[in-house]
Nanobody
């Protein structure tokens, strides 16, 4: 059973940057797509970014051009580089593994959710 652990969150000023990591243990990322989602207090979980096993990237409109997703299969790790952060990016960020569908922005297509890492952007 693959377990995912997120790290790299923290408190940052608006305009700053953070790099999140999602490390897999108990298995490999394999040929599955990986995704990042976020959830702010009182809001539903929303799609942030996804990357396929052939490194095709997908982004939500609010983060496109500011965030970059990448993966290192040798390290079993997925990254989310977040630049030009805004207060509205404040949320708990989660990574998860796609079950093999092409529904990259649909959270129901993902399993093995991590515990999340908190990102707080101060304005």
């Amino acid at each position: 059973q693959v377990q995912l652990v997120e790290s790299g969150g923290g408190l940052v000023q608006a305009g700053g940057s953070l790099r999140l990591s999602c490390a897999a243990s108990g298995g490999t990322l394999g040929s599955y797509a990986m995704g990042w989602f976020r959830q702010a207090p009182g809001k539903e979980r929303e799609f942030v970014a996804a990357i396929t096993w052939i490194n095709r990237e997908y982004y939500s409109d609010p983060v496109r051009g500011r965030f970059t997703i990448s993966r290192d299969n040798a390290k079993n790790t997925v990254y989310l580089q977040m630049n030009s952060l805004k207060s509205e990016d404040t949320a708990m960020y989660y990574c998860a593994r796609n079950i093999g569908t092409s529904y990259y922005s649909d959270s129901t297509a993902y399993v093995n959710w991590g515990q999340g890492t908190q990102v707080t952007v101060s304005s």
